[in-house]
């Protein structure tokens, strides 16, 4: 049976109906010698399909919060064509005091990726750091979730035409670098260029 993580808030969200299914499996332990967050991000089971192959291309966006920025941010690898996907990936946040420890969230982010188009949510789960319990260095099941906006900080923007591009978004068009931050006619250059991508 998969854990239930604790909800700051009660979500309005989770009245209304959503395609978001699933469950993470995650296994977190706290280094205190070195002060080191150490998050294993294992599997996922029973995702949504969301490619008209009837798969998904998981990966997991990690965000140490609060703080949405690049030194918060970490991001498993994409495993395609399953919706039971396994990562086995370690991620690390150095350098945390225990004090600190206990007003962080760890937002965990699921994503189908998709190279031309906006990568698909699948849903996510939220763990409060204050909670020691979550850090006992055994594998634990969480639901995903809708994301609630109430509870976690707002989702990435789609921001890049690509995910190995700059924040800065530039796009080669009939020769010419343009920026697609200042140019008034970004738009056409965006469906041109298949969109997006978060």
Do not use: C
């Not at 080191?36 to 009837?54: E, S, V, Y």
């Not at 498993?76 to 396994?86: F, G, R």
């Amino acid at each position: 049976m998969a854990r239930q993580a604790p909800r700051k808030l009660p979500s309005k969200e989770a009245s209304k109906e959503t395609d978001i299914t699933g469950e993470i499996e995650l296994q977190m332990r706290y280094d205190e010698t070195t002060k080191d967050l150490i998050i294993n991000i294992n599997r996922a089971r029973n995702l949504a399909a969301k490619d008209i192959n009837g798969f998904s291309d998981p990966f997991v966006k990690v965000y140490l919060l609060p703080g949405r920025n690049a030194e918060n941010k970490r991001r498993t690898k994409y495993i395609p064509k399953t919706l039971n996907p396994e990562w086995n990936q370690t991620v690390i946040y150095k350098g945390i005091t225990k004090e600190q420890l206990k007003s962080k969230t760890v937002e965990f982010t699921v994503w189908d990726y998709d190279r031309f188009t906006p990568n698909d949510f699948l849903g996510e789960v939220l763990i409060d750091l204050s909670d020691a319990s979550f850090l006992d260095n055994q594998p634990h099941w969480f639901t995903l979730y809708e994301h609630d906006e109430n509870n976690s900080a707002e989702l990435p923007k789609p921001k890049t035409l690509s995910p190995l591009t700059p924040s800065k978004a530039f796009h080669t068009h009939q020769g010419k670098q343009v920026d697609l931050q200042k140019s008034r006619s970004h738009q056409s250059l965006i469906t041109a260029a298949g969109g997006w991508q978060v």
